[in-house]
């Protein structure tokens, strides 16, 4: 049973409108993480919370914004979408311990906007 | 800022043959980084394949070898024999925070393709 659940697989938006993609961890992780990859580029770390709180925001658009309701869900709320938005999102989890920790993944969201 | 620079695009290796996938990095606010192999199998999320956080030490796991060379900045992934279920997206990364493997640069990636 996957452990990270992203949600939905796939997404198809419409420029200017807005999307959330869903994240919930059931491996008991106190940090959660979104990473992207648009075509032809490696992921790139987006934001990392732990005990729910943004300890790192590499994103410089606010279009990007975090929301942790509970603390195993990290969701990706993206506002006013480009095309260049397009890529895939992947969420991830670690249990925080010094120099240690190993990322979990999700099976990632696909996002295309039109 | 750093970087991780890997074989591009897709590899194709036959059944039982062997494999090497180069990976070079570049890390600009440490001297000797954390490296990782992920692996990324098809409907799947990245899982850990090895890492090592000792230059000059060698990480193992399925087969899989990568030696962390600091003469050369690099951690280039090899295995003797290859399978067709090894047939995945692999990807090399560092990670530069002295109290955290979290925040990942990556590779972009390659994808190997082991035919029968």
């Known amino acids: 049973d996957p452990k990270i659940i992203q949600k939905p697989k796939y997404l198809v938006a419409v420029t200017g409108s807005e999307k959330i993609l869903i994240c919930e961890q059931y491996l008991g992780h106190n940090a959660m993480y979104w990473y992207r990859q648009s075509a032809k580029k490696p992921l790139e770390f987006m934001f990392s919370?732990?005990?729910?709180?943004?300890?790192d925001n590499q994103t410089a658009s606010s279009r990007f914004q975090p929301q942790s309701s509970k603390k195993n869900h990290l969701d990706l709320q993206i506002t006013a979408l480009k095309p260049d938005d397009s890529a895939t999102y992947f969420c991830?989890?670690?249990?925080?311990?010094?120099?240690?920790?190993?990322?979990?993944f999700g099976s990632g969201t696909r996002l295309t906007v039109l | 800022g750093d970087s991780v620079t890997q074989t591009e695009g897709q590899v194709t290796v036959s059944e039982s043959k062997s494999l090497i996938i180069n990976c070079t990095y570049s890390?600009?606010?440490?001297?000797?980084?954390?490296l990782f192999w992920y692996v990324r199998y098809p409907g799947e999320g990245l899982q850990l394949l090895l890492k090592v956080i000792t230059a000059g030490q060698k990480g193992s796991s399925r087969g899989f070898e990568a030696t962390y060379n600091k003469e050369t900045t690099s951690f280039h992934l090899q295995k003797a024999s290859v399978q067709e279920s090894d047939s995945a997206v692999y990807y090399c990364a560092l990670s530069d925070l002295g109290g955290s493997n979290a925040k990942l640069t990556f590779g972009k990636g390659t994808k190997l393709s082991v035919k029968s």
């Open positions: 919370y732990s005990y729910q709180k943004l300890m």
């Open positions: 890390a600009t606010s440490i001297a000797y980084p954390n």
């Open positions: 991830a989890s670690s249990q925080v311990r010094e120099g240690a920790e190993t990322l979990y």
